[in-house]
């Protein structure tokens, strides 16, 4: 059985390929995820740096007023584009009439 260079290199390639999928796949199952730098305890003297469990609280209560108010106008606003369709829909009816009555008498 003779082996040319051709198939030769087109065999180690493939082998060489399918070995780096393998290593890969071995390194993607067996790897942890390590955080880098490990995250560091807040300390007594780092705390004016950071919110407060109040502050947090009232910025939370805060924000749910904020978004019931903009909850509220939106209904408001829906009530009267509603309202306003129903006069529109009206005005349109009479102006139909109207139309319907200048062109019979002519």
């Known amino acids: 059985m003779e082996v040319d260079g051709v198939n030769l290199a087109i065999g ?4 060489s390929a399918i070995a780096g999928v393998v290593g890969a796949l ?7 995820t390590k955080l880098e730098p490990t995250p560091l305890p807040v300390t007594t003297e780092k705390a004016p740096k950071y919110v407060t469990v109040q502050e947090f609280n009232r910025h939370v ?3 749910e007023r904020d978004h019931e108010n903009l909850f509220a106008r ?3 606003n829906d009530m009267v584009t ?3 369709n129903g006069k529109l829909t009206g005005i349109q009816a009479d102006l139909t ?3 319907d009555k200048l ?4």
């Open 103 to 106: 062109f019979k008498t002519r």
């Open 26 to 32: 071995i390194k993607a199952r067996l790897g942890k």
């Open 61 to 63: 209560a805060d924000n």
């Open 12 to 15: 180690g390639g493939a082998v």
């Open 74 to 76: 939106l209904n408001r």
């Open 97 to 99: 009439l109207i139309k």
């Open 82 to 84: 509603s309202e306003i």
